[in-house]
């Protein structure tokens, strides 16, 4: 039993000691975390092109990541036009007030990013939802099993903005710089004509109820 005993003792400290140097060394060199977008997407996705590791469930909705900062580099192929389309572009009349509401869909990793891009061109308010959307994306098929999977729900973050005073052209660009990647699923823009602004609490309307909030 003594003679056990010992050999379990060696086997058990020899499996500490070189357990603990293989997982030092990985973690120096190649790590062992996993990214914060690969966490926000999940290992299902990011490791095995699977939405979900059970397909007979809708993916479960991450949470925000508020600490992601940084552009991220930009990896993919896909032009910047396809990546972050922009459906309608109004024109600016410099003579009238207009108003133009930016309707931005993108990634929730992206969020901080993009809300720290619009304070710095001047947008001081902005409305956040947390969104579910879904469809295939272009050129990039997924299959579960072998078969093909046509249509997933995904977290995404839409920001609705107003402009007047900001040009819509330096909102736009400045969130396309943002949310770039060169990967299909980047986001998209939507811009939309306003017609009257109307601030509840003073009774302004048009352009002076606008100036507070952008």
Known sequence: MGKQALGLAAILGWTAVMMTLTFFLLKKTVGLRASKEEEIKGMDLTEHGLPSAYPDFAPAVAGL???FEGVPAVTGDTPVAEAVPVRKVPAFDEGTPKFTKVEIIC????????KNA????GITGMTVSHVLGCGAQKGRPEYYRGVPVEA????KI???IVV???PVRTVIETAKKVLYTGHIGDGKIFVYDVENVVKVRTGEEGYDALQDVE
């Open 65 to 67: 990541d508020y600490g």
């Open 107 to 114: 990634k929730e990793v992206r969020f901080e990013a993009l």
């Open 118 to 121: 619009m304070m710095e061109i």
């Open 152 to 155: 997933n729900l995904l977290p």
């Open 158 to 160: 839409q920001v609705d």
């Open 164 to 166: 007047s005073k900001v």
